[in-house]
T-cell receptor
């Protein structure tokens, strides 16, 4: 079956702009979470959505937001981009969200460069 | 405050030998631990996991050991193969907090032929 699909794969923005990243989870998966990967901070949790509701949020400023649609597809948005937002943004899906959830299935990521 | 730490940024082993990757955590609320492998330009892929009620889980060449009292886990790969060369991430979660993984910084494993 198709894996987690993220679009776009690469994008370049300038400071102050905003960006929207998209994630299509594995068919049937209802939980979508987002992570930011940078060389200095590693993989950091951004937020998780389940059934269109945000269940958890990481320690990121309000410029980072997301949403999930009824078909489980998710988008994340970063407004007023800063140089430090340059990173690989990874989306992961899971069948459910709860005890013993186990593994997440990650997409290949969207690499954002802010100039 | 790094709740999950992988103190070795890199590890080099000979093909056929054992690779041991280590991970330490500080949050006693973590009750589920996972290892992910990541190749360049790809997303992390799940490798193996262990619940806090166990101290060992084995899957083929991969075994994860958990020492709760020491808040330490390790991944053993035996025998190591060149295709195992990748970055390995340790991750931890509190199962009651949903899919919110806390990752370590990763260890780059290089398996030499």
């Amino acid at each position: 079956k198709a894996g987690v699909t993220q679009t776009p794969r690469y994008l370049i923005k300038t400071r102050g702009q905003q960006v929207t990243l998209s994630c299509s989870p594995i068919s049937g998966h209802r939980s979508v979470s987002w992570y930011q990967q940078t060389p200095g901070q590693g993989l950091q949790f951004l937020f998780e959505y389940f059934s269109e509701t945000q269940r958890n949020k990481g320690n990121f400023p309000g410029r980072f937001s997301g949403r999930q649609f009824s078909n489980s597809r998710s988008e994340m948005n970063v407004s007023t981009l800063e140089l430090g937002d340059s990173a690989l943004y990874l989306c992961a899906s899971s069948l459910v969200a709860g005890p013993n959830t186990g593994e997440l299935f990650f997409g290949e990521g969207s690499r954002l460069t802010v100039l | 405050d790094q709740q999950v730490k992988q103190n070795s940024p890199s590890l080099s082993v000979q093909e056929g030998r054992i690779s041991i990757l280590n991970c330490d955590y500080t949050n006693s609320m973590f009750d589920y631990f996972l290892w992910y492998k990541k190749y360049p330009a790809e997303g992390p892929t799940f490798l193996i996991s262990i619940s806090s009620i166990k101290d060992k889980n084995e899957d083929g060449r991969f075994t994860v050991f958990l020492n709760k009292s020491a808040k330490h886990l390790s991944l053993h790969i035996v025998p190591s193969q060149p295709g195992d060369s990748a970055v390995y991430f340790c991750a931890a979660e509190n199962n009651n907090a949903g899919n919110m993984l806390t990752f370590g910084g990763g260890t780059r494993l290089m398996v030499k032929p």
